[in-house]
């Protein structure tokens, strides 16, 4: 490992001042599962570490008028077993449940997988289907975003390298929406999703709306099908409907021929989560 200097500011200004002294020989740890992988092996010294594994501002769950906050320091372990998700967005609590083990859902954080933006992280298709917003924190103030335009590459967001991620929030008019996220990897445990998928949609008067259907691991990152969404999007959700909606999810996919999977077996696996996903939103609308 490339030694480097070590910073653990005690508040987020403190974290702020850290990030833009230093630019752009910063980096920011947090529970570190996924960049201590990555120290060990760069030929570079990262400069300094900024350490916010300790700020208690990125940590909690709570109501706000906005929707249902989560702060960027939370880890796997604190969704699964937080009565506020549990209520208002239970489909968070099956993908924090099939991050790596036990030991990486303890100190891995829901931001640090968001940041990491690779495209099997578990949780970006939850978020996506329910609409997540990020609030993100720099020097110059605070700004809003969609995961949409927060990930733009493999390993790669919008973030600027003396930006903090500061919270994620489930819009008020999401919590509760009936919503479902299915992992598909080679063991039950400890591999990376293969396909990951989430669907979430209201039904209305016997009809879907807000349609989400979000897909992983087939993609440079976590995309919405949004043609998928729009066979579904007011009409009746039947059988026939989400076998249609599955399919045509396939073709906006790009799914890659790895060691891992082919290609045709990562399409075959995007229809079943696709079907399954809506299946299960569909059964929870009752
Ligand atoms: C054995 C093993 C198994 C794993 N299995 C899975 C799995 O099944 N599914 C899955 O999705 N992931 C998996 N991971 C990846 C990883 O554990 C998760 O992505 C975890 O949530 C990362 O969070 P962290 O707090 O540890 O991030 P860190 O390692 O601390 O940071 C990761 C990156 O995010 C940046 N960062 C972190 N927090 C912030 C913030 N608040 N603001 C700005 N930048 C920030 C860091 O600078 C770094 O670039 C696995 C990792 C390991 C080692």
């Given amino acids: 490992m490339q030694p480097f200097d070590f910073i653990q500011p005690d508040t987020i200004d403190g974290t702020i001042t850290a990030l833009s002294n230093h630019t752009p020989n910063v980096r920011i740890l947090n529970g570190g599962t996924d960049y201590l992988v990555e120290l060990k092996h760069v030929h570079q010294s990262p400069g300094v570490i900024v350490d916010i594994s300790r700020l208690t501002g990125i940590k909690g769950i709570s109501l706000i008028d906005e929707g249902l906050r989560i702060g960027s320091g939370v880890t796997h372990t604190e969704i ?37 933006c690779v495209p099997s992280m578990d949780s970006g298709p939850t978020l996506m289907a329910l609409d997540a917003q990020v609030t993100i924190l720099g020097p110059n103030g605070k700004r809003q975003s ?17 930006e903090l991620l500061l919270d994620i929030i489930i819009p008020k008019e999401n919590l509760g929406k009936p919503a479902k996220f299915i992992k598909f990897g080679l063991r ?51 059988d026939n409907l989400i076998d249609e909606a599955a399919k045509v999810a396939i073709r906006e996919a790009k799914p890659i021929d790895d060691f891992r999977a082919s290609k045709e077996y990562r399409n075959d696996l995007i229809e079943i989560a696709v079907r399954r996903t809506l299946k299960s939103a569909m059964l929870n609308s009752k």
């Fill in 80 to 116: 699964m077993s937080n009565p506020m998700v549990k209520e208002h967005v239970p489909a968070m609590i099956d993908a924090a449940h099939v991050v790596g083990a036990v030991q990486t859902r303890n100190l891995g954080t829901i931001g640090g997988n968001l940041v990491t």
């Fill in 146 to 162: 969609s995961l949409q335009d927060f990930f733009v590459g493999p390993r790669k967001t919008s973030l600027n390298i003396d």
């Fill in 188 to 238: 039950k445990g400890q591999a990376l999703a293969l396909v990951n998928a989430a669907s979430a949609l209201w039904l209305r008067d016997g009809k879907c709306t807000d349609v989400r259907i979000a897909l992983g691991a087939v993609a440079p990152v976590v995309i919405r099908a949004k043609k998928a969404e729009s066979v579904l999007e007011g009409n009746k959700l039947t």
